[in-house]
């Protein structure tokens, strides 16, 4: 990803300065609306990203699409203005938000399944994942049908795969040597 060292940077500054005024929780807030909706919104990253819209037009469009962000947020935009860096707006709000989680003791856990789970098999996943981190998890669940079964667990670097295409793979390489 072009312009990702430079989003941590931006993204530790803007923490920062919402930790000094107080409000790093509400900024967090902001940056969580920003990444899901350029995620989602190809129009509004296509628009960003157009080199034939001046910085000003980007500017207000934002504040407005935006309408309500903390005074942190708006400098933010203000920020990429001057430095003609709007591009990596999307980035620098994920970014907040990882450093956000470091920083609150959070991180996220991913585990796919070959199903939607079930509140008691997220209750145990959430066990076998303390063992891979002492922070507090948030669990998100991807559904892939070509696991077959068990399941993946990420968190962090670290992984535990416990799926049945995993176990059939290595039965496979066990059978061929």
Wanted: hydrophobic residues 40%; glycine residues 6%; charged residues 25%.
């Amino acid at each position: 990803m072009t312009g990702s060292r430079a989003a941590i940077r931006y993204a530790k500054a803007i923490l920062e300065m919402a930790q000094d005024a107080g409000n790093a929780s509400a900024v967090n807030e902001d940056m969580s609306q920003i990444a899901s909706t350029m995620h989602s919104n190809k129009e509004l990253r296509d628009f960003i990203d157009s080199p034939t819209i001046k910085a000003e037009v980007k500017e207000a469009t934002l504040k407005e699409v935006f309408a309500g962000s903390q005074n942190i947020t708006e400098g933010l935009f203000k920020l990429l203005h001057v430095n003609k860096r709007f591009k990596i707006l999307e980035q620098v709000a994920v970014q907040y938000g990882t450093q956000f989680d470091e920083l609150n003791g959070r991180e996220g856990a991913v585990v796919t399944t070959a199903f939607p789970i079930t509140p008691e098999l997220e209750a145990q996943v959430l066990e076998k994942a303390k063992m891979l981190s002492d922070k507090k998890l948030m669990l998100q669940n991807i559904v892939d049908p070509a696991i077959i079964g068990g399941f993946i667990l990420r968190v962090g670097d670290k992984q535990f795969n416990a799926s049945v295409a995993n176990s059939l793979t290595t039965l496979k390489r066990e059978f061929s040597n």
